[in-house]
């Protein structure tokens, strides 16, 4: 993460995936462990927000087709 108090991204932003987003048991309809998307799939973040116990920024990034998922930092990038 960046400096404290300052994220890296805002909502609007348009990003794309750095890494494969693995399920980390999120989707329930989706293999544990499994890939829901490859590198390099872009979406908007929707919204941000900070984890509490780990204070790092969690981006909320809609990738289309209703699929709504919660991103760190180091797995995305701007556009």
Not at 51 to 60: E, G, K, L, Q, R
Request: aromatic share 6%.
């Amino acid at each position: 993460m960046n400096e404290p108090g300052f994220l890296k991204y805002r909502r609007g932003q348009r990003v794309k995936t750095t890494v494969d987003i693995i399920n980390d048991g999120s989707f329930p309809n989706a293999e544990p462990d499994g890939v829901l998307l490859g590198a390099g799939v872009a979406g908007e973040i929707i919204r941000v927000a900070i984890h509490t116990d780990a204070n790092v920024p969690i981006y909320t990034v809609d990738f289309g087709e209703r699929l709504l998922i919660g991103c760190l930092e180091e797995e995305i990038t701007g556009l």
